[in-house]
């Protein structure tokens, strides 16, 4: 397959250096219009659970709203894929943005109103949600350069946990003064930023950076061939790397069972256990610092093995379930917790940039489409499946394969050869090599 003879830049790279990455001003607008989608994103169920609080919504109607925001998003990230790799990934992120933008003063005219149009509303936002997704993550392998990557990735990621640690409280202030209608109108202008302040990135295939180990970089399909046959380009094209199916196939266990087991068995044992929701609110308090402390560390980090080394992170969340196994001090609920804060980020940000690098330019979106498919659409399975099996089988048994799946999938996954270091090089390849991103 075709190679590169040396690194490659992307838009971007001339104007970085060695200059910090959020003084890229490429790179920040992307970072801001990421960081507002995510914020969008998450406080979305926040403020329509605030609309539970004040009665102007249901409980049970709040479950149908957030089914139906995931219905849509599951349904836009594989179309977001093919069209990203097809057309401008600028364009898509705009349009998203635009979607998730017009949805949510809909679901605000909607509120005590018609339950059956917020529903509609819900799935649109949710589609454009997943439609960012995919599209966020080819973009950003236009826009840094490939020596930078690992770096943006961690920004990327600090941004979504520092959101997710403040703004529980920023949203209970902000309800103070504004009614939950207004707070949603207040999320479609996130929705906004985020379509708008991207700048346009590099056209796939047109310039290098993603080091295509798999696949032949800048080799357009065919024109003219159907959304079916695209998207099959794109599973192809991650089949072609065993490192990436061995750690999607790991990543999705984890959350199916891991992110399961902290969805519901955590609030079951604070209240049962501990009696108390001081235990729910502290680990996932902790959670979320351990991840900014994991996101920090691995923007300088570079591990000999890294594909190994974030596979072992991806690990970590097994102390989470294992935690709530056996009558423990909270204490050690939260530092587990804690733990597997650091770990899922040390999985993150190098499976992020390894996907950047070595997945061909113009199949990037579909293969990430591919991994929040995945990953986020087995989720819900999992959920609905751990509450009957608690009451079945009893928690600590549930727990305990939970924790076992958690350990034993990464495992598996280290086996395959190139998981070593999520990359077709070789492993005695030049430190510098790879840290450049430079294809044989």
Not at 42 to 62: E, H
Not at 168 to 186: E, I, K, N, R, Y
Not at 310 to 321: E, Q, S, T
Not at 338 to 358: D, H, K, M, S, Y
Request: charged share 10%.
């Amino acid at each position: 397959m075709p190679t590169s003879p040396a690194p490659t830049t992307t838009r971007g790279a001339g104007s970085g250096g060695r200059r910090p990455i959020l003084l890229d001003v490429a790179f920040l607008r992307l970072w801001t219009g990421a960081t507002a989608s995510g914020l969008a994103t998450w406080a979305l169920p926040f403020v329509l659970g605030l609309a539970v609080l004040d009665r102007t919504l249901g409980a049970t109607d709040l479950g149908l709203l957030l089914a139906a925001r995931t219905i849509g998003f599951l349904a836009a990230v594989p179309v977001a894929g093919v069209l990203a790799d097809r057309h401008s990934r600028r364009k898509v992120v705009l349009w998203a943005g635009l979607a998730s933008g017009a949805a949510t003063p809909v679901l605000a005219a909607g509120l005590g109103r018609s339950v059956p149009l917020m529903a509609a509303a819900a799935a649109v936002a949710g589609a454009g949600q997943g439609a960012c997704r995919p599209a966020y993550q080819a973009l950003t392998a236009e826009v840094v350069d490939a020596g930078r990557r690992q770096q943006a990735n961690a920004a990327m990621t600090l941004a979504v946990r520092v959101t997710t640690l403040v703004g529980p409280s920023l949203a209970a202030l902000l309800a103070v003064f504004l009614d939950t209608a207004a707070l949603l109108v207040g999320i479609g202008l996130l929705w906004l930023v985020a379509a708008f302040v991207p700048g346009r990135g590099a056209r796939p295939g047109v310039t290098g950076g993603a080091g295509g180990a798999g696949g032949a970089v800048g080799a357009k399909d065919a024109p003219g061939t159907s959304f079916l046959a695209d998207f099959g380009e794109g599973v192809r094209e991650a089949r072609r790397h065993p490192w990436f199916i061995a750690g999607l196939g790991a990543l999705t266990a984890v959350i199916a069972t891991g992110y399961s087991a902290t969805g519901v068995a955590l609030p079951l044992v604070s209240r049962d256990e501990y009696g108390t929701e001081v235990v729910l609110a502290g680990a996932m308090t902790a959670y979320t610092a351990g991840a900014l402390a994991g996101a920090l560390l691995i923007a300088r980090w570079r591990p000999r093995s890294p594909g190994r080394a974030a596979l072992a992170g991806l690990a970590a969340y097994g102390f989470a379930p294992l935690s709530l196994v056996l009558p423990v001090h909270p204490a050690v609920v939260m530092a587990a917790y804690a733990v597997a804060g650091v770990g899922i980020e040390l999985f993150n940000v190098p499976w992020f940039t390894a996907a950047q690098r070595e997945v061909a330019p113009d199949r990037l979106a579909r293969v990430s489409s591919l991994d929040f498919l995945l990953s986020y659409g087995l989720a819900p399975l999992g959920l609905a499946l751990i509450a009957p099996a608690i009451e079945a089988f009893g928690a600590a048994p549930v727990l305990v394969a939970c924790a076992f799946t958690c350990f034993a999938a990464p495992a598996a996954a280290a086996l395959v050869p190139s998981s070593r270091g999520f990359s077709h090089r070789p492993a005695a390849e030049p430190a510098e090599a790879r840290a450049t991103g430079a294809t044989r």
